[in-house]
Structure formats: structure tokens, C-alpha cells
């Protein structure tokens, strides 16, 4: 079955404790992003990769990293987590051809 | 990126056609407009997109005005599990970043 995952699906973590939240997909997708979901502000666009070490800036980088070593992986790295990072992530996928997006279920993450 | 807008919120009932309008004023010639959905829980969903003509799916169609300022997703036979938050966003063709806005919430009652 075509999808993205992601894992964990959900993280209750302190300040300052780095995490890794992956996402893989296994379409053989070129492009991948990033997205985290506030109320009253919709989805917004963190990191994208257009394929395989190439990495750049969505609309709200600050504070994360990304990496892409292997086409089906794309993680959202979190060096040093705020309150501020409290959000629903979502990681999408898509071939440079096509327009559908496929997004991964989410991940819900709490900072304290 | 041009801006669309959409409804805050629609109510339909089960069975019956819905109509969830957009209008996007601004929209350029290179811009695909194009539908996603977030069901409650749950990442969102591509629907459906289309540049000029009318587009249908298996999930929906897709009614583009000529001048293209507006356009109209029609579910022709809601049921309870199109209950969800549509999105309409313009798409540059070569783009791929969605720009979310706050979309349409769609409620349907049995």
C-alpha cells in the first residue's frame, strides 16, 4: 500500500531534550516536506527536499533541521524543542510530475 | 501566492449534492487550482485539481469558472465521511508547496 509514515505519532517531551520525529514513503517520491498545523494559522511549510541532499527552507524554519540521505527518508530534526514547537507535524510526499501530495498521519508533539 | 477564499463553514445533509465554492481574483495563468480535505484525526487528502476545464474524479468534480476568479468542488452525493475541512489553494505549475488558508469546514447531518 502507496504511503507516508511517520513515528512517533505522538511525543510529550521537555525543552531543550533534542528529537528526531522520521518519515519514509514508499512511492519512490523525489519531493518531500514538512508542514506543522496551529489553530487559527493552518498549515505552514517547515523544511522541503526536492531529492536526495537537497535540502531548503519552507516558510517556519527556525528552529528545525531536516536531513535527506536516502530518497525515502526525510526527518524533522528538533536540536533544542520550545513551548513554541508545540504543533501537529505532517510530512508529505510527491513525484516531481505529479501534483497529488501524499501527507503522513501526523505527529503530535507537546513541549513542556 | 495568490489567495483564495473560501467559506468558514457549510452544512449539507447526507445524500445530497454540496457545493463548497472559492474565490481566487488574483489567480495567474500559470496556477493550477487544486483541493485537498482533512478528515478529522488524519493528515490531509488530495481531491481533486484542475487549470481551465472541468475536471472529475471518482471522489469529486470540479467546476472552473471562464474567467477563472472562482471556482465550485461538488460532492454530488455527500455522505457522513465527507464530513471534513476542505481546502481550495492555487498551485503554480512547476510548484509545489501548498499554502494552506483556514478552508471550509463541512458538517453533514444523517
Known amino acids: 500500500?502507496?504511503?507516508?509514515?511517520?513515528?512517533?505519532?505522538?511525543?510529550?517531551?521537555?525543552t531543550g531534550k533534542k528529537l528526531?520525529?522520521?518519515?519514509?514513503q514508499n512511492m519512490?517520491?523525489?519531493?518531500?516536506?514538512?508542514y506543522r498545523q496551529d489553530p487559527g494559522l493552518g498549515l505552514r511549510q517547515i523544511y522541503y527536499s526536492m531529492n536526495v541532499e537537497?535540502?531548503?527552507?519552507?516558510?517556519?524554519?527556525?528552529?528545525?533541521?531536516?536531513?535527506?540521505?536516502e530518497k525515502?527518508?526525510?526527518p524533522l530534526?528538533?536540536?533544542?524543542?520550545?513551548?513554541?514547537?508545540?504543533?501537529?507535524y505532517f510530512c508529505a510526499s510527491s513525484n516531481e510530475r505529479s501534483y497529488e501530495q501524499y501527507?503522513?498521519?501526523?505527529?503530535?508533539?507537546?513541549?513542556? | 501566492d495568490a489567495k483564495t477564499t473560501q467559506p468558514n463553514s457549510m452544512e449539507s445533509n447526507e445524500e445530497e449534492p454540496v457545493h463548497l465554492p472559492c474565490n481566487h481574483s488574483t489567480i495567474s495563468g500559470t496556477d493550477y487550482i487544486h483541493w485537498y480535505r482533512q478528515l478529522p484525526s488524519q493528515g490531509p487528502e488530495y481531491v481533486i485539481h484542475g487549470l481551465t476545464s472541468n475536471?472529475?474524479?471518482?471522489?469529486?468534480s470540479l467546476a472552473i469558472a471562464e474567467d477563472r476568479k472562482s471556482s465550485t468542488l461538488i460532492l454530488h452525493r455527500a455522505t457522513l465521511r465527507d464530513a471534513a475541512v476542505y481546502y481550495c489553494i492555487l498551485l503554480r505549475e512547476g510548484a509545489q508547496k501548498l499554502v494552506f488558508g483556514q478552508g471550509t469546514r463541512l458538517t453533514i447531518n444523517p
Not at chain 1, 501527507?103 to 513542556?112: E, I, Q
Not at chain 2, 475536471?55 to 469529486?60: I, L, P
Open chain 1, 103 to 112: 501527507f503522513g498521519p501526523g505527529t503530535r508533539l507537546t513541549v513542556t
Open chain 1, 28 to 34: 519512490n517520491h523525489e519531493y518531500m516536506s514538512w
Open chain 1, 20 to 24: 528526531t520525529v522520521t518519515c519514509s
Open chain 1, 72 to 74: 525515502r527518508n526525510f
Open chain 1, 77 to 88: 530534526i528538533l536540536e533544542s524543542p520550545s513551548p513554541n514547537q508545540t504543533s501537529l
Open chain 1, 1 to 14: 500500500e502507496a504511503q507516508v509514515t511517520q513515528n512517533p505519532r505522538y511525543l510529550i517531551t521537555v
Open chain 2, 55 to 60: 475536471v472529475n474524479n471518482r471522489m469529486a
Open chain 1, 54 to 69: 537537497v535540502t531548503d527552507k519552507g516558510d517556519v524554519p527556525e528552529g528545525y533541521k531536516v536531513s535527506r540521505k
